[in-house]
Structure formats: structure tokens, C-alpha cells
């Protein structure tokens, strides 16, 4: 599903204009991404968090050039689902 799917589901089922629907959804998404960038993470409850993830310091390979990099330590954006949200979609969802 797309942001413009999400946009129109949400303004036919709300009859909410889609233009002020679409204002909305990327407002919250500025917001989460403004959020995690100070550090906070974002709680919504029966939803799930967007958390920031520390990842340690490792060795990789440069595989062009045969040699051995670091890779620094680094945070990441995550989203960690709510049980709620996972089990509706585990009892909902065919395994294929």
C-alpha cells in the first residue's frame, strides 16, 4: 500500500477532503522523523514504537578492493510492532 492508497482509504472512509488527509499524514510522518532525529522515541499505543537502535562498531570487507573496513557505530530508525498489531496480523494472514 502506498501513501496515496493510505491518503484515500482514510478520506473515504473519514469524508475528509484527501488534500487535508494528505496534510495530515505527512504532519505525522514529519513528526515521528523529527522526533527520533532529537533522539525520542514515538509510543503509540496498540500500534507500535519507532525506536532508535544502536548498532555496535564491526569489521566488514571492501569486496572490490579486498581490503577491511570499520564500520562505526551508528543508530538507525526501527519500528517494533505492538502484540496487538502482531497477532491480528499472524491470525489474519495466510502463510503462502
Keep these: 500500500m502506498t501513501k496515496a492508497e493510505i491518503v484515500s482509504n482514510i478520506s473515504d472512509k ?7 488527509v494528505l496534510a495530515t499524514v505527512e504532519a ?12 525520542d522515541n514515538v509510543y503509540l499505543r496498540g500500534f507500535g514504537s519507532f525506536i532508535i537502535k544502536t548498532r555496535a562498531e564491526k569489521t566488514g570487507r571492501n569486496i572490490s578492493k579486498n581490503t577491511t573496513i ?7 530508525p526501527a519500528f517494533k510492532p505492538a502484540k496487538v498489531f502482531v497477532e491480528g496480523v499472524k491470525s489474519k494472514v495466510k502463510v503462502n
Design 70 to 76: 570499520k564500520i562505526p557505530a551508528h543508530n538507525i
Design 14 to 20: 473519514s469524508g475528509i477532503e484527501k488534500t487535508d
Design 28 to 39: 505525522f510522518m514529519d513528526e515521528v522523523k523529527t522526533s527520533l532525529e532529537k533522539g
